[in-house]
């Protein structure tokens, strides 16, 4: 085995690291707290925004499905963890926490407000499925025990807009 000794001056080794261009240890890197912060306040608004839209769906007396407010919860939850990713705080992840269980929850909903399964029309005979309904007039409640007597009877449900 042969070992050789070289011998570098002052001169030869500042040229040769910068040649290398050996990174600067000695500084930190830092983000700016406003990093992410359009992120942060676009994602919260998108969150609510579907809360917003959908009470005033429900003012106006519009009851369709929300099926944007799940939507725009879980866009706003990408959008908050976008702002978190740029630059970590507890506010961020709170937020994110925040709507993250907004977004879920609204799924929940969705998911929970689906009508049951048409099973198709009653045939002439068959006897009218068990129910329970709050009267529209006084909110007494309404059962399938009250159509019972001497007479058919047809129960008609209008759904008041087409």
Known sequence: ?????????PAALASAAALVMLPDMSTTTTTSPAAGRGLLWLGL???FLGLGVYVVQLRGGRFDTPWYAPALATLGTGLVLMALWRR???WRVLSLVLVALLASGEWWFLEQSRLPAYTGPLADGT????FRAARADDGKPFRRDHLKGKQDTVLVFFRGRW
């Open 45 to 47: 608004g998108c969150a």
């Open 1 to 9: 085995m042969a070992f050789i000794a070289l011998r570098i001056g």
């Open 88 to 90: 970590r705080s507890v």
């Open 127 to 130: 006897p009218f499925p068990e």
